[in-house]
């Protein structure tokens, strides 16, 4: 019987290219997103092959609607994120940091408790981490200390809630839209510093860390674990 995977944050970057990956895969794929004009073209891109539902993530009304019209359902991945909490420790303004967990941490959490009488038991939900929560990066303080919040809960996760398996993927720098906030000659250069900074020379892909998502919802023996998919820049 053709599983099913959920990918909330699927429009773009991440999200949009682990659709694509696992529809390759013979899954059956929703996807959703806040936006109904980028949710319609994500769509498109995946040849009208995925089903897509427009429902905000930080709205524990509209998940638990959008998971009741589904029904049950094999998978659950949380490909959304957060630019908030970035800057130097002595200045970062805490709200900032606090933004981080309510558009990131908090939504994450709350989406995957409330799959939790939908979900098969012999399925999985996969989170989205970030190398900040592993890597010693001066001016991720904040954004580091949600995306660690992440990492925490999934060891503890896919032992209280066993059979169901659960990880994470913490990616490194990407080219995605997450970098949208940044002007385009200085994402260049920043792209460029980070590239010489990471042993492989280059930052990351979408399908790179789609892949990384593929792999933790096809293979049934990874739980508890998260995956650091990220050039290797950590070691710098």
Not at 93 to 119: H, N, S, Y
């Amino acid at each position: 019987m053709q599983q099913h995977v959920v990918i909330i944050g699927g429009t773009s970057g991440i999200g949009l290219a682990a659709a694509e990956i696992l529809l390759r895969e013979k899954f059956r794929v929703t996807i959703s997103g806040r936006d109904p004009r980028r949710l319609a073209n994500a769509g498109k891109e995946l040849r009208n092959e995925a089903g897509t539902v427009a429902v905000d993530a930080a709205n524990p009304t509209a998940v638990a609607a959008l998971y009741g019209s589904l029904g049950s359902f094999d998978h659950l991945v949380l490909a959304f994120g957060s630019n908030k909490g970035l800057g130097p420790f002595a200045t970062i303004d805490v709200e900032e940091v606090r933004l981080g967990f309510t558009e990131k941490v908090f939504p994450q959490f709350a989406c995957a408790q409330a799959a939790q009488k939908f979900l098969s038991p012999k399925g999985s939900i996969t989170f989205l981490s970030a190398v900040s929560a592993f890597g010693a990066m001066p001016g991720a303080a904040g954004i580091g200390a949600a995306n660690a919040a992440i990492a925490a809960m999934v060891p503890t996760l896919a032992s209280e809630l066993r059979p169901l398996r659960v990880n994470a993927v913490a990616p490194g720098v990407v080219d995605t839209p997450w970098w949208d906030w940044v002007a385009p000659d200085q994402k260049s250069a920043l792209f460029a510093d980070f590239a010489s900074k990471t042993p492989v020379g280059r930052v990351g892909t979408s399908e790179e860390i789609g892949q990384a998502i593929a792999f933790l919802v096809t293979n049934g023996f990874m739980t508890g674990q998260t995956i650091v998919c990220d050039g290797g820049i950590r070691l710098s």
